[in-house]
């Protein structure tokens, strides 16, 4: 009886602490009809927004970026929404992480619009982290085997997003 007892109880301490740490993920989600929409992460708004244009200008000229931008959802982490990417109109593609791994974004959020804050940089992605990424993408053997050459990228790292309604 003590066993039952004491098994009870920490299975009851297991449930409710891993539902804590859940519900940091992400300060507010929209529940209706499951769309992806809402605030995740620090919550932040759309004043200053520039535009992705503006960002890949900004960057040729200098290291870093700090600020909101806003931009379409291209593809998201099918792992655990722990990245997105968002293309850029010079024809790449930036990918986004979010800080301190603290939040992710629903895997189905593809395809919407977004408005991010954080810090934005060029970077080289080396070949084993470009693979890495491409398994979380849910590639195949064949495509993530193609991948043999560092790349250079645009990296943002965000603070808050807020994704939008589809338009």
């Known amino acids: 009886m003590k ?72 593809e998201v982490c099918s792992m655990k929404g722990c990245w997105m990417t968002i293309d850029l109109p010079n024809g790449q593609t930036m990918r986004v992480t979010f800080k301190d791994y603290g939040f992710f974004v629903p895997k189905n959020s593809q395809g919407y619009p977004v408005i991010i804050e954080g810090i934005a940089t ?20 064949e495509e993530i085997d193609a991948i043999t050459s560092p790349k250079q990228e645009y990296a943002f790292e965000a603070i808050g997003v807020i994704i939008q309604e589809n338009a």
């Open 122 to 141: 060029k970077k080289i992605t080396d070949v084993s982290t470009l693979k890495h990424y491409a398994e979380d993408a849910g590639k195949t053997k």
């Open 3 to 74: 066993n039952t007892l004491i098994y009870s109880l920490l299975t009851l301490l297991l449930l409710t602490g891993c539902a804590g740490n859940q519900a940091d993920n992400t300060t507010t989600a929209s529940s209706k009809d499951d769309l992806p929409t809402g605030f995740f992460g620090e919550k932040i708004n759309d004043a200053g927004v520039v535009s992705l244009q503006q960002l890949v200008s900004f960057l040729e000229d200098s290291e870093e970026f700090t600020g909101k931008v806003k931009g379409e959802i291209k």
